[in-house]
């Protein structure tokens, strides 16, 4: 099992930047893909990013040039970041962490964090 544990929400003006992190802990030596995904009031949740364990990285087009993700171990934790410039009022969602892991790349989520981007 892993857990994962988000930080890193808040409210910012348009145009600001926050930056999200996750730490993951537990097995983390089966963790395969990391990602954030974001749902808005009324919509799907949505992949935003995701990194893989070569640090290949994938984002949706709506971000591409805003934000930055990454991933870094530990001795006993996996830290999952992500930076978000220039940030907008359709990027305010709750923003979830997730992992793939093992070898039937069972799918964990971490509890959300608010992203409200608001003058």
């Known amino acids: 099992q892993v857990q994962l544990v988000e930080s890193g929400g808040g409210l910012v003006q348009p145009g600001g930047s926050l930056r999200l992190s996750c730490a993951a802990s537990?097995?983390?030596?089966?963790?395969?893909?990391m990602g954030w995904y974001r749902q808005a009031p009324g919509k799907e949740r949505e992949l935003v990013a995701r990194i893989n364990r070569g640090n290949s990285t994938t984002y949706v087009d709506s971000v591409k040039g805003r934000f930055t993700i990454s991933r870094n171990n530990a001795k006993n934790t996996v830290y999952l970041q992500m930076q978000m410039n220039s940030l907008k009022p359709e990027d305010t969602a709750v923003y979830y962490c997730?992992?793939?892991?093992?070898?039937?790349?069972?799918?964990?989520w971490g509890q959300g964090t608010q992203v409200t981007v608001s003058s």
């Open positions: 537990g097995n983390i030596f089966s963790i395969h893909t």
């Open positions: 997730n992992a793939l892991v093992g070898a039937f790349y069972q799918g964990y």
